[in-house]
């Protein structure tokens, strides 16, 4: 039995099935990856879903890493639960990114989907409750799995609960739409925890009107108790479950500057790096690297850069924008359309302004960390400008690593920003002109002016790093509640 549980859709090993019948596995990396080594791994377990063909090959032959336990959930409820609701209705409905006009839709074909989504925070509960020592810390991550507190509540009353949401979270206003029942399930299955962490107090204030409004409406919850530490308590009341306690904290997860400055400067990366700046030519770099989801907002920021060249000429031929944009989700068509629109755009810049010597914007859609890290190390300028994400790592990777320092250009969309804002160049994520306008400000800002922000970025971007971080939601899980 374990003392300290991790639970996250995606765990920290996956394995490849052969032609040949043989399995192969593989380390992830990653915050959690790293913040979790920092326990006694004979006293944790980290509970996953089985993703692939692989994965659920290596659960029937019982081949199990030690400290992990995937699960070999349905394929079908598992597609119903991640793609039809995790990542079609709880990730839009997170990051607004719904066309209104036209979505969502609840109808039966959704709750069919919504029943699914219960199944696998179910089978979650149920593993989480049996492999859990007695009064054991149970970390629970992200979105997909937003019922597993509640449900892990009711099954073993003793377990400290934690779940960290690493999304932003839904605006009270935005969340109406979403029918009374659903929204009365999605809160009570987090109102399950002991704890629940946000990325920033943004995020957080938004989980707290979204309970208020319900209490206005249901007259269950209870109201909140604030605290001279940094975090708020909710205190509820249901007719079935009696009353109870959930304290919301914030936990900025940072980078591990060591680690990712070993990484930029493998032998590997120096390589990628010659041929970058040989492509690039000796000229300014303006450096992006996002997965191709739809809240980076990379059209708008190429349509940044083609305004920079239109009015600036000065800086034609003179500037390269390095845009690395890994396909994301591409079995659902609206990211395989975005990714699409990314590629056009960028060949469209390159065709009205690209010379026999110089294209304007070099973009790599290939899931490529070394060309990443490369492009990290050149950078002048970063272009971090999502319309809404729970953090944003790269806002603070790229400072870290960049061999010269580099201007930041960061959107108030970020939840970094709120670390990293009075260094970075602050720009509205929907306004094209003024983010053109601040590349400019950042291609023409001083050496010195410009290695002083980087120092001052990298300092914040690293001031809780992902054991850190581990380890304060494990502690604060721990402690005694008042």
């Not at 209705?89 to 989504?117: G, I, K, Q």
């Not at 991550?141 to 937003?146: I, K, N, S, T, V």
């Not at 400000?441 to 410009?450: D, I, K, S, V």
Request: glycine content about 8%; proline content about 5%.
């Amino acid at each position: 039995m374990a003392s300290v549980l991790v639970a996250s859709n995606r765990g920290p090993v996956s394995y490849t099935l052969g032609d040949d019948g043989t399995l192969s596995s593989r380390r992830g990396g990653g915050g959690l990856v790293s913040g979790l080594s920092a326990v006694d791994s004979q006293d944790s377990l980290w509970v996953c879903a089985a993703l692939g063909d692989g994965d659920r090959e290596a659960v029937r032959r019982g081949v199990a890493e030690p400290g992990v336990r995937m699960l070999d959930i349905d394929p079908e409820v598992y597609h119903d639960a991640y793609n039809g609701i995790a990542n079609s209705m709880l990730w839009f409905l997170h990051h607004h990114l719904y066309d209104v006009p036209r979505e969502p839709v609840f109808d039966a074909a959704f709750r069919r989907r919504w029943a699914s989504y219960r199944a696998y925070n179910r089978a979650f509960a149920e593993a989480l409750a049996a492999e859990a020592a007695e009064g054991a810390a149970v970390l629970v991550q992200d979105y997909h799995l937003a019922l597993v507190p509640g449900m892990l509540r009711e099954l073993r009353p003793d377990l400290r609960i934690g779940h960290f949401t690493h999304t932003p979270w839904v605006s009270p206003e935005y969340l109406r739409m979403v029918p009374d029942d659903i929204v009365e399930e999605l809160l009570w299955g987090m109102l399950g925890a002991d704890e629940l962490g946000f990325h920033t107090w943004g995020w957080a204030s938004f989980f707290i009107g979204c309970f208020q409004q319900r209490e206005d409406s249901t007259g269950h919850a209870q109201g909140l108790w604030p605290s001279g530490d940094p975090w708020y308590g909710v205190e509820w009341r249901r007719h079935d479950t009696g009353k109870g306690r959930t304290r919301v904290r914030v936990y900025a997860l940072g980078v591990d500057g060591d680690e990712l400055r070993a990484l930029a400067h493998r032998p590997q990366v120096d390589e990628r790096l010659a041929r970058l700046r040989e492509e690039v030519g000796g000229r300014k770099t303006i450096v992006r690297v996002d997965r191709t989801e739809l809240s980076k907002n990379i059209l708008r920021g190429l349509m940044a850069y083609r305004e920079l060249l239109t009015e600036h000429p000065e800086w034609r031929g003179e500037v390269v924008h390095l845009a690395s944009a890994y396909p994301s989700r591409q079995d659902l068509e609206s990211y395989r359309a975005y990714t699409a629109s990314v590629v056009a755009l960028a060949e469209e810049i390159n065709a009205e302004f690209g010379t026999d010597d110089w294209q304007p914007v070099l973009v790599s859609v290939e899931d490529d960390f070394t060309r990443s890290l490369a492009a990290y190390r050149l950078a002048d300028v970063a272009l971090v400008n999502p319309v809404r994400d729970g953090m944003n790592l790269v806002a603070k990777e790229i400072p870290v690593v960049s061999d010269a320092g580099c201007a930041l250009v960061l959107s108030t969309g970020a939840g970094a920003h709120r670390e990293l804002g009075k260094d970075a160049l602050t720009v509205d994520p929907f306004d094209v002109s003024a983010t053109a306008e601040a590349l400019h400000t950042a291609l023409t800002m001083p050496a010195g002016e410009r290695a002083e922000r980087t120092a001052r970025l990298a300092e914040a971007a690293t001031a809780l790093p992902p054991q850190r971080w581990f380890l304060d939601q494990l502690d604060a899980l721990r402690a005694p509640s008042d």
